[in-house]
Each structure stands twice: as C-alpha cells, then as structure tokens.
C-alpha cells in the first residue's frame, strides 16, 4: 500500500493538514534535542522530511539514518536529499521490528506518523529503546484523537468523510480509508506514555498541538 502511495504522499499529506506537517515535524526534531556531531535514526522515514530536519541538528559531522520498509519511498527520499544538498543523512531499507542496528548505537530515535502502522507496537518500542544510547532521546510523532467538541467533531468530519475522498486521488482510496481506522485504533496520549514507559523509557512527557490531532511523545533510555 505504501509503495502504491508513494508518489502522491507528499501531496497528500500537505493537503490533508494544509501544510502544517512541516512544522511538526521541526518541532519533534527539537525534541530530539541533538547537537552537532551526533548520530540518529529515523525510522518509517518514508519521504525523508524528518530525517532532514535531524541532518540540520547533526552538522557535517553528524550521521543521520532514515530506515523504512517501502523502497519507493525511500527512492524518494534519496532525490529530496540530493535536491536539498542535505549532508550526513542516508536511506536504507529496514523492518522497524526488526532494526539491523546494533544495541546504544543512536544519540536520538525518532519516528514521525509511523508507529501507528506497525505490526507490533510495543515491539517497535522495544526495538527503538534498545538501539538508543544510554542518556538518548526517543521521539514519537504522531496523529492523535481530540476528545472535546467542537474540535473532535470537525475531527471526525474530516477523517472520516474528506481523508477518504482526498485518497481517491491516489487512485487507492483503501489507503486513505485505511488512515482514520488506524488512528481509531491507536492508543491516546496517556496509553502511548504508559507504552513509552513499558518499553523501558523514562521521563516520558508530551505535547499536544493543533488542539489535539497531533502529539509529540518523548522519552529518556536510562
């Protein structure tokens, strides 16, 4: 399904949050709170924007990864790097539960609108946890779901009545159905915490944005 979408993924996603995804995903590369010279993963990279934003905090002398399992992604990937002239970052393919990498590897993990998707999530977690450093920071971007009106009502409106229709422009509508079924069947804010913790995260918080359709989780590997 992903390498289906690959090509109008980034349409896409500007559509449906007009434009907004930009922004936090700098904000969740904030969080990761690099410095020159560090090395991180992005994992379920898909087109590359995250891992760009971490190439900025790394410098020159950083190392940035982006992983994900669908290769037409990661082909698009590779172009947007070269066009940006974005130094220090590479794309790889990588099963998120399953990651080639040895164990304390990472100064910081990240994840942008990709565990929702994993087989697994709590093995993902896991996965992301071991491959961090002791000190390292892992950072979960993510859609959420606003409880109160009037904002939950637009909220279901749109993912349920104009994700659907936006997707039909993919030419496969199932993938953009598929969208607000998983965020339904994702944990909220508090469930993602407590699963940041179980996976052995400390000093887990997080911030709410866009009056709660989008939350950034972030934890500390002891």
């Not at 995903?25 to 990279?45: H, I, K, M, W």
Request: hydrophobic share 40%.
């Amino acid at each position: 399904m992903f390498d289906r979408v690959a090509a109008r993924y980034d349409l896409l996603n500007s559509l449906m949050t007009a434009g907004l995804h930009h922004d936090w995903r700098q904000r969740a590369a904030d969080r990761a709170e690099l410095s020159p010279g560090d090395s991180a993963l992005d994992v379920c990279c898909g087109t590359g924007d995250l891992a760009i934003e971490l190439s900025g905090r790394v410098g020159p002398d950083g190392r940035v990864i982006g992983c994900d399992f669908s290769e037409p992604m990661l082909d698009l990937a590779r172009e947007k790097t070269a066009a940006k002239h974005a130094a220090g970052v590479r794309f790889e393919w990588a099963d998120a539960l399953q990651l080639p990498y040895d164990g304390e590897r990472f100064d910081a993990v990240t994840v942008g609108f990709g565990v929702r998707n994993l087989a697994d999530l709590d093995r993902g977690l896991r996965e992301m946890a071991r491959v961090l450093r002791p000190g390292g920071r892992l950072v979960v971007l993510e859609i959420t779901q606003p409880t109160r009106p009037p904002l939950s009502t637009f909220y279901s409106l749109w993912f349920d009545r104009i994700v659907p229709v936006l997707g039909r422009l993919t030419r496969e509508p199932e993938a953009y159905s598929y969208l607000p079924e998983s965020v339904r069947n994702f944990p909220d804010s508090r469930g993602l915490a407590a699963k940041l913790d179980a996976a052995g995260l400390e000093r887990v918080r997080w911030t709410v944005l866009a009056g709660g359709i989008v939350a950034i989780h972030s934890g500390l590997r002891g």
